[in-house]
Antibody
Framework: EVQLVESGGGLVQPGSPLKLSCAAS????????LNWIRQAPGKGLEWVASINPDGSSTYYPDTVKGRFVVSKDNAKNTGYLQMNNLRSEDTAMYYC???????WGQGVMVTVSS | DVVMTQTPPSLSVAIGQSVSISCKSSQSLVYSDGKTYLHWLLQSPGRSPKRLIY???NLGSGVPDRFSGTGSQKDFTLKISRVEAEDLGVYYCAQTTHFPDTFGAGTKLELK
């Protein structure tokens, strides 16, 4: 059974860093893209990062470029989202999802507030 | 970026009724391999999104055949025949043809 399980969320102050993890199981992690998508409270879905199967290429929208870094450790079947210099507008539920959004994790909440 | 426009923003339905949701893209979603990477997701209340349909019309694993997807190029439709209570939530269309992946704003399906 394919599973994606996020962890690492929490309440942080503006300007702080936070690192999210996405533990994968039930499929060949090293053969799949990994995406991070977020959803602000009461809002729609926003793509925030993607990484290709071997981790050699990463992609971001302008809203997080230079602040967020996506990575994956294929030996550990785990993906990561390092978020730096967090802002209040980064407050959201963060999901990891597999290629073409076929499987999603349960999500982890990130709240940026003083 | 490709803009995905979903209509209507909300729908109020009775159990057993059929409904359709429209999704229009600002560019053709046909990829160079000839495939169209337009997908439909359902986010049930308090849950993470689940992919219902991929590449316009292919049902995901375990998705009932009350759901169907049609369309081509820039114009797509999700139809739900005989709505059941478990179908309530927010439906999103999403495209993965063009970088970056983008989503529609969602259509909230509620009980009448």
């Amino acid at each position: 059974e394919v599973q994606l399980v996020e962890s690492g969320g929490g309440l942080v102050q503006p300007g702080s860093p936070l690192k999210l993890s996405c533990a994968a199981s039930g499929f060949t992690f090293s053969s799949n893209w990994l995406n991070w998508i977020r959803q602000a409270p009461g809002k729609g879905l926003e793509w925030v990062a993607s990484i290709n199967p071997d981790g050699s290429s990463t992609y971001y929208p302008d809203t997080v470029k230079g602040r967020f870094v996506v990575s994956k450790d294929n030996a550990k079947n785990t993906g990561y989202l390092q978020m730096n210099n967090l802002r209040s507008e980064d407050t959201a539920m963060y999901y990891c999802a597999r290629t073409s959004f076929d499987y999603w994790g349960q999500g982890v909440m990130v709240t940026v507030s003083s | 970026d490709v803009v995905m426009t979903q209509t209507p923003p909300s729908l109020s339905v009775a159990i057993g009724q059929s409904v359709s949701i429209s999704c229009k893209s600002s560019q053709s979603l046909v990829y160079s391999d000839g495939k169209t990477y337009l997908h439909w997701l359902l986010q049930s209340p308090g849950r993470s999104p689940k992919r219902l349909i991929y590449q316009v019309s292919n049902l995901g694993s375990g998705v009932p055949d009350r759901f169907s997807g049609t369309g081509s190029q820039k114009d797509f439709t999700l139809k739900i025949s005989r709505v059941e209570a478990e179908d309530l939530g927010v439906y999103y269309c999403a495209q993965t043809t063009h970088f970056p992946d983008t989503f529609g704003a969602g259509t909230k399906l509620e009980l009448k």
